[in-house]
C-alpha cells in the first residue's frame, strides 16, 4: 500500500526536517505486520515528495497469530486486499514513524512546526465503505478539495466488476501535524476495520490525534463509532469526553449525540449513497457526453455539472412538470453561457424509439426500471441497448430482499405506490445478464448501501459496458 505526500512551498526542502527522515536515502523499517520504506521521488528547494510503502506480510501475520491451522483457517487470512490498500496498517505507520511531527516537535527547525503548506496526500488505493460521498463528508468539512475516482478491479477482466476502493488525492494547506492526524485517524474510519485488538487504550489515541478538530466536525458521531468499531461502553466514553464543558447535564450529551447521527443520516441517506456510486462510475469509465434517462427533478444533473469530465449532459423524462421542476432546481436561467451550453431536457419515453438518444458514451437509469410494467420493460430494452446504444449504461434498483430491514414497510409491500415491481438480487441479476448477453454487453453488479447478511444492500446496480 502506498501514501504520497507532496507540497510546492520555498520551505519544501524543510519536510525532511519535521518528518526525521533523511531526502537523501531509503529507509526502511521493520514492523509487526511487514516493513514500511520511506523514500523521496523528489526534494528541490521548492518541491518535496515523500512516499510510505507497506510492505504486508500476510504469512507471518496470520503464523504470529498461532496460526491458521484447525477450526479457524481459512483462505482469506492469507489472499485479501490488506497489503494492497490504505487501512489501519498505514494508521499505526504513521504513528510509528512520525509520531515527533504528529506531535508537534521538530528539533533541528522548531520554526517550521507550525508552518501551514499546500499539501496534496494521495492514496492511490483507499477503501471507502460508504462511497465518494461519505469520503467527501469526511474530509470536505476539514478544508480539503477532494479527487476520487473509482474503477474496474481489473480493465482486462471487467466481468469481475467494480472495486470497493477509490484512488483519492486530497488537497489543503495545513500543518504536517494536523495532515498527519486526519489521516491517521480517517484511513481506518474510511476501511471501517482495524487488524488489532480495540480497547480503552485507543479512546486516548483518538481524543489525542482528534484534538483541535474532531469536536467541531460534523460526523463527529460516527467517526467515533467507526474508529472504536461499534463498541458502545468506548463510544460514549469518547464522545462524552469530547462534548465541551458546558454541556454538563446527561440530557444534553444525550442531545449532542442524536444530534450528530441525525447529521449522519442525512449525509449519508441512501439517495446520496446511489448518486455518488453512479457519478463515481460515469467518472471512472470515462464517459463525456451523458444521459439520464428518467432524470426526475434532476439530482444526478446537479451532480454532473459539478463534473468538468461531462461536456454534454442530457435528462430525458415522460414528465413535462418534473422537467420544469429539474429545469428550476438547477437554476438553469442564471447559469453561466457555458455551463448552460453543456446541459438540455428532453420530454419522451423509454418504450420508443428516440434518435435524439443515439451516439452518447453512457446512459444511467436511476431507480427507473421499477415504474414500468414488467411487459414494457423489453421495449425499455430495444430503445437503450439497441437503437441508443451508448457504450456504458448504469442501471439502479430497489433490492426486494432488503425490504424485511424497513420496521414501517409492512410485508408484501413496495417502497413506493407507483413501483411496479422490487426485484430480489437473483432476479435482477439474471435480467441484466440476459440483456446484457442479447445487446452485446458485459455486466458487472455493485451494491449500494450497507450489506445486511443474508438480504444484501437496499439498492443494486448494474454496470453495462458494450463489447463492440
Sequence with gaps: MLLTLETEHPQADGLGYLLHKHPGKLQSFPQSFGHAHVFYPKNEPNRS?????????????????????????SLDQYVNDRGYVASSFMSVTLADLFS?????RCKDKPELVETVFPFIAHLPALPCRGGEVFLRSLFEPLGYTVEAQCGLLDAKFPEWGFSNCLNVSLRGDFRIQDLLKHLYVLIPVLDNDKHYWVGEDEVEKLLKRGEGWLPQHPLKAHIVNRYLKFQKRLT??????????????????????????EVFEKALSLNEQRM????????????????????????????????????????MDVSHRVLEKASARLKLDRLPEFQKNRIKFLHGSLIYRDERLQGFDAAALVEVIEHLDPPRLAALERTVFEFAKPK?????????????????LPAGKFRHKDHRFEWTREEFETWANRVGLEKGYTVQFLPIGNVAINVGAPTQMASFNSIH
Design 49 to 73: 515528495k515523500i512516499a510510505i510503502l507497506l510492505d504486508v506480510d500476510p504469512v507471518g501475520l496470520v503464523r504470529r497469530k498461532g496460526g491458521p491451522s484447525g477450526e479457524g483457517f
Design 100 to 104: 515527533t511531527a504528529m506531535n508537534g
Design 236 to 261: 460514549s466514553s469518547a464522545l462524552e469526553q469530547l462534548v465541551s464543558d458546558s454541556a454538563e447535564n446527561p440530557d444534553e450529551v444525550e442531545a449532542e449525540h442524536n444530534a450528530q447521527e
Design 276 to 315: 455518488g456510486t453512479v457519478l463515481a462510475s460515469l467518472k471512472g469509465c470515462g464517459a463525456q457526453r451523458v444521459l439520464d434517462l428518467g432524470c426526475g427533478e434532476g439530482n444526478l444533473l446537479r451532480l454532473l455539472l459539478q463534473e468538468k469530465q461531462f461536456t454534454e449532459i442530457v435528462g
Design 392 to 408: 456504458t449504461v448504469i442501471i439502479t434498483t430497489p433490492n426486494a430482499e432488503y425490504n424485511v430491514k424497513f420496521d414501517t
